[in-house]
């Protein structure tokens, strides 16, 4: 990885940490799967009203499973390959191409003293994580 994928990484790890964002990829599948289940064990046990309460409690049981599983964003950005990295890079790149700078704390310190930027560069991540990543995300307080 170069040298300027990394300070444009630790920026965006830099400007999420700041907003305190975090992200949460749905696993709909894991919950449906949880749900069919439960209704299938509920149905061999107690026939259809077993099947109905194997759905209810197979449901409930999927949604507590699959919600609140946030990460930060800047965990996130730093587990992601390669390819990823380099894909993120592009979009960011092409947002603060004007900017000329020799190392990541240099970039950051130009990047938090322009809001527009902060605000083009958040807005290039938030698309990024809910579009590729299919995550959800929230902003702690």
Request: proline content about 4%; glycine content about 12%; charged content about 15%.
């Amino acid at each position: 990885m170069t040298i300027m994928v990394e300070d444009i990484m630790k920026l965006l790890c830099s400007l999420s940490g700041e907003r305190k964002m975090k992200a949460a990829v749905k696993h709909s599948g894991k919950g449906a799967l949880v749900t069919g289940a439960m209704a299938f064990v509920g149905g061999l046990v107690g026939g259809p009203p077993g099947l109905a309460v194997g759905g209810a409690v197979g449901g409930l049981l999927g949604a507590w499973m699959t919600s609140g599983q946030f990460k930060p964003v800047p965990q996130i950005l730093m587990e992601l390959p390669p390819a990823e990295q380099q894909r993120l890079f592009n979009e960011a790149a092409a947002i603060i191409r004007h900017l000329e700078w020799t190392d990541a704390v240099q970039l950051t310190a130009l990047v938090m003293g322009s809001e527009a930027l902060q605000q083009q560069l958040l807005a290039m991540l938030v698309n990024y994580v809910t579009k590729e990543l299919r995550a959800e995300i929230q902003y702690d307080d």
